[in-house]
């Protein structure tokens, strides 16, 4: 009888020792859980890219992607700066009148807008990296062939093809974006702007250095470099990851995860990387924009960012009309008389620092955006923008004859109407899922270039025939731009990229 008690005994401790052990194993097992949790991790061992690329954080791959991503931007920046260079020097050289510089402006947006959606079609489907590639080649190829142009309709046939490939350089900001941490991923699309600033600066200050002795054939030249450097650099480029797991390359997406940590020193998650489901959305298709979850959001983005090119490029064009000839200023109604093609006159250094100092009004807009976006939200900070933007171009009405006081009211308009652009990078890559991202950035980008086609006849046109109309018709169009953003029905501040509609 004790050996069987005492067999009962060992029997018992041993179920108390077990359930012991069970306990602690099942303590264990729930702060794991906590733990993988707090980094991003799902309970199931799997995870998300935005949740790898948050873990990962910012650092030295994200610096280096920057400066390779704001070489394609000063790209752009550099060739759109040529067009208030280029039809003046041209009307010395070959005498084009009035009406075919404004249309050699034209051509280059005209390219740039049909080409916005099949560069967003393209990257949706076959990557970022690989469109940017191609169009980098042929923006190089185009710009730098310009130089040799023998007549006019050649360059306007060039410079149609520089804005065609242009046109995919919204892309970028698609792919730099998608490498962000949430935290970072706004003010970093903002800082972005800094490179298109400096290329324009550095447009200005190559001009004033080149046109004067070597011509507008070597400022082309020259002004072509850029790209050149962006598709040397591309080599050290890597695709989306984001892009290549919602292929379903989830092992080509893991290696480009791992590389991004290591170059920054963190340790990968461990784990499966999944996607969401895609809720069977086609892929890179304009239709989806107009999807009924993504219609009202789509067609608002496309009014903001028609409006935003539409007064940016009014405000630029105005200044030069306004300041064109002396004794005239804000005195423009009724004259719509074509000058004379024959009259030349060359910029002069005092020209060119005023051209410089109006491009670094470029600066204080991404400030400003800078200050806002992460505390008041994308869309409060596009309201405010247009609003302010409203209220400065209204002081035009009562405009001043002291040039000092009207370059001071278009140096705020400008900035403004900068810092709206950035925004709207900033807002619209994040309000959209990964497989309609870089379409819905192009088809943006495709509508803006439409406004800037637009605006020409307003701040060249119609201003000489009504200075206060042509003013109004700005006014009109920001109001209703403020208006749009405040009715957009997603705020993406803090909000993780999507992979799905939901």
Known sequence: MSKIRREESFGDGDTTLRRSA??????????IQLTAAASGVVPDDTFTVTQAVNNIGFGRFQIILSFVVGLCWMADSMEMMILSLLPLALHCEWGINQYRQAFLTTIVFIGMMVSSTFWG?????FGRKQALIISGIFLFFYGFLSTFSPSYPWILCLRFMVGFNIGCVPQSVTLYAEFLPTKQRGKC?????????????????LA???????????????SSLPSLCFVLCCSWLPES??????????????????????ENGKSMLLGRLVVDDMHGMSRGRLADLLSKDLRRTTILLWIIWATASFSYYGVVLMSAELFESPGQLCSLDGQVGETCS??????????????????????PGIMISLLLIEKIGRKKTMALEFLLFTITLCLLFNCSTQKSVVTAILFLARALGSGLFQ??????????????????????????????MLTPYIAQVLMRQSFQGAVGVYVLSTLVATVCCVLLPIETRGREMRDNKG
């Not at 990851?241 to 290591?262: C, F, H, I, P």
């Not at 619209?428 to 495709?446: A, H, I, N, W």
Request: charged share 15%.
């Open 342 to 363: 024959a009259q030349c006159h060359p910029l002069k250094t005092s020209d060119y620092n005023h051209l410089l100092w109006t491009t670094l009004a470029e600066f």
């Open 423 to 452: 925004v709207a990078y900033v807002y619209t890559p994040e309000v959209y899922p990964t497989v309609l991202r870089s379409v819905g950035v192009g088809s943006c980008s495709g509508v803006a270039r439409f406004g800037a």
């Open 208 to 222: 004033m250095l080149i046109m004067p002795t070597l011509g507008w054939r070597w400022l082309l030249a020259l």
């Open 121 to 125: 079609k393209l990257s949706d489907r």
């Open 22 to 31: 069970a306990a602690n194993l099942n303590m264990i097992g729930a702060e």
């Open 189 to 205: 699309v903002v800082l972005l702007d800094c490179f298109w600033a400096l290329g324009a600066c550095l447009e200005v200050i």
């Open 241 to 262: 990851a984001r892009y290549m797991a919602a292929s379903g390359k989830s092992e080509q997406a893991l290696d480009t995860l791992s590389r991004v940590a290591k």
